[in-house]
């Protein structure tokens, strides 16, 4: 059965730093390529970064390229989201997201607010 399990949200200030981890489970991990989407309040959910198996390709949402960095370490069947620099208008909740055999699979999502 296919897991993912996000942690790592919290409360920052603007300019501030979070690293999120999505530990993944029921699959073969470096098999599939890895995503993260965000839905800010009152917001459609949008694709953030996605990381291919090896980690050799990888593509941002323009609004966070620059501030926000994603890695994977598939011996520890995990994916990272290092989000340097926060804004107020990254405020989410935050997802992790992988396609296994045509299904779609998603987090219970941890929710990030960016707010003095």
């Known amino acids: 059965q296919v897991q993912l399990v996000e942690s790592g949200g919290g409360l920052v200030q603007p300019g501030g730093s979070l690293r999120l981890s999505c530990a993944a489970s029921?699959?073969?991990?470096?098999?599939?390529?890895m995503s993260w989407y965000r839905q800010g309040p009152g917001k459609e959910r949008e694709l953030v970064a996605f990381i291919t198996p090896t980690g050799r390709f990888i593509n941002y949402a323009d609004s966070v390229k620059d501030r926000f960095t994603v890695s994977r370490d598939n011996a520890k069947n995990t994916v990272y989201l290092q989000m340097n620099s926060l804004k107020p208008e990254d405020t989410a909740v935050y997802y992790c997201?992988?396609?296994?055999?045509?299904?779609?699979?998603w987090g219970q999502g941890t929710q990030v607010t960016v707010s003095s």
């Open positions: 029921g699959f073969t991990m470096d098999r599939y390529g």
């Open positions: 997201h992988t396609n296994v055999r045509a299904m779609n699979y």
